[in-house]
């Protein structure tokens, strides 16, 4: 039966674009919202002069497509997309509860907890009780009498306990160190510190510069991306769309071989919407056989 080969044909299509590792017997999935799939053509053309008569010209060309490259534009950055444009992991993490996670406090600034997102946050001083003869550092903190010393500066503490001044800022000596008293640890929320999403902000209340706290809190599952942890892959890449411009006739595309590279804008922050802008190079399939198949790539459209 012979081919009816439709002559008018605009395009316009939408549709949804699939990824897998090549050779994978993985299922294809979508990869989201994706606003440009393009194909770049490349081409390496030779020719040879006419010289055997004055003005030249050409005598024989031959053309040879060097390369054909894909961009694509991705508005969907979840953790699948984000890994491959970063040549990155994905894992999951669990919801838990974190006890005792250490940190030092500095008013003013941020507390980058380990997890985002925390909730039922309570943060504790991490001080320790004075010992005798004990090599200090500098900057040790010790809680007695119900306050915060610090010390100055490098040494060691005596056989006994000094005895500990009452006020704020007054200091004593203690063997070769020199404590300063630095007030008594509060921390109540919203006067001390704020909850963020990324962490703990020491406020300017009556948590000490420099001391040392544990922080309990709770958090949610989420997933982790970390980047540059290995190479780009080779994926299968179908799109599969409707022509709205020619009746949604359908359409489909395979790469059967795509290397994706690293993206070469990644917006996090921004008065538009987010988008990864990757691009890739078709890759010859040596699986592909037969007179007339391609080796890199098929459309099929209805």
Known sequence: ??????????????????????????????IG?????????????????????????????VS???????????????????????????????????????????PGGLIRLAHPG??????????????SEAAIAPGTYVEADGA????IAAGTTGSTAPSWPASLGEMVEDGTVTWTHRGTFAALAGA???????????LNGAIPVGCPLVIDYSHGGYDAVEALTGGSAVYALSFGGLNEANSNSPVVLDLFRLKIGAA?????????FAALEVSGKVLLDPTKTGVGKSKYFRVQMV
């Not at 081919?3 to 999935?29: C, E, F, H, W």
């Not at 994706?34 to 060309?61: C, F, H, M, R």
């Not at 925390?118 to 010992?131: D, H, I, K, M, Y």
């Not at 001390?192 to 020491?202: A, Q, T």
């Open 148 to 151: 915060l010393f610090a010390a």
């Open 118 to 131: 925390p909730s039922e946050v309570v943060l504790r001083c991490g001080a320790g009780a004075w010992g």
């Open 192 to 202: 001390d510190y704020e909850v963020r999403p990324e962490g703990v902000l020491i």
């Open 264 to 272: 070469t804008n990644l917006s996090m922050l921004g008065a538009e």
């Open 33 to 61: 919202n994706v606003s440009a799939l393009d194909l770049e053509i490349t081409e390496e053309e030779k020719t040879l002069t006419d010289y055997t008569q004055p003005g030249g010209g050409p005598w024989a060309s």
């Open 64 to 106: 040879r497509i060097t390369g054909v490259n894909a961009k694509m534009i991705l508005h969907d950055l979840d953790p699948d997309n984000l890994a491959r444009a970063v040549y990155g992991t994905t894992s999951a993490v669990t919801a838990a509860r974190v006890v005792g996670e250490a940190h030092t406090a500095h």
């Open 1 to 30: 039966m012979p081919i009816t080969t439709q002559t008018y044909r605009p395009t316009l299509n939408a549709g949804q674009v699939y990824l897998r590792l090549a050779g994978s017997d993985a299922p294809l999935k979508a």
